[in-house]
């Protein structure tokens, strides 16, 4: 299976070398120069895998970002910011509208092809609907929960945290572990990026459920 990857950047010497090496990959790749090009671009082409500069004209990254995903074809695509802003509130701003991953700019094209390989493994994990918990249940096909009869969509990464917890339900999960399994080692993340995480999912599927064990890590209870 070919993947279709979606490459989003105003400098064209960044897509034609980024796209020139993904495609040697054996990636399908197109290519857009700005948000509102992306969205019609995305619509039709409906890419695996969007990556997605901050800093573009008509529409930026991040207006970008939220508007692919109120698209319900583009429920699985991930969308990872490649980007110069690579502080950590700049970070904190791409996850809460809605991406996957974050990644520097400039970044080694071999550590590229390597983060873009292990993205599209995920992907191809199969689906399953699991019921974790009595009043839980997690869907990673659509990557939804449900909880008090409500189904709730959740990002990729709030999706895979909550995963996390629960499969250790009643256990500690310690910050590293999150980091590690969640993010992966490749990927630099600040501290807070697990608490903004953690707050979004308590808003969702109540505060009772998720505890924090100070300094150390999280825990899942029912």
Not at 82 to 95: H, I, P, R, V
Not at 150 to 163: S, W
Not at 164 to 170: Q, R, S, T
Request: aromatic share 6%; proline share 4%; hydrophobic share 40%.
């Amino acid at each position: 299976m070919s993947h279709r990857i979606l490459l989003v950047d105003d400098e064209l010497d960044i897509l034609e070398f980024v796209g020139y090496n993904l495609q040697r990959e054996g990636y399908d790749i197109r290519t857009a120069t700005n948000g509102a090009e992306a969205l019609e671009v995305a619509a039709s082409f409906r890419p695996h895998l969007i990556l997605l500069d901050r800093m573009m004209p008509v529409m930026d990254g991040v207006e970008t970002c939220r508007a692919l995903r109120q698209d319900p074809t583009l429920r699985r695509t991930h969308i990872v910011f490649l980007s110069a802003l690579g502080e950590e509130d700049d970070q904190l701003t791409g996850f809460d509208a809605g991406a996957d991953d974050y990644l520097p700019k400039p970044i080694p094209m071999k550590l590229l092809v390597s983060r873009v390989r292990a993205i599209l493994n995920r992907i191809e994990q199969p689906s399953q609907t699991t019921e974790k918990q009595s009043d839980i249940r997690l869907d990673a096909n659509r990557h939804t929960v449900i909880t008090k009869g409500e189904e709730i969509q959740l990002p990729r990464k709030e999706f895979a945290l909550l995963e996390l917890l629960i499969d250790h339900a009643g256990e500690l999960v310690s910050r590293e572990e999150i980091y590690t399994t969640i993010w992966g080692h490749e990927v630099v993340v600040g501290d807070r990026t697990i608490d903004v995480h953690i707050r979004k999912l308590r808003k969702k599927i109540g505060e009772e459920h998720i505890h924090t064990i100070k300094g150390v890590g999280y825990m899942y209870e029912k």
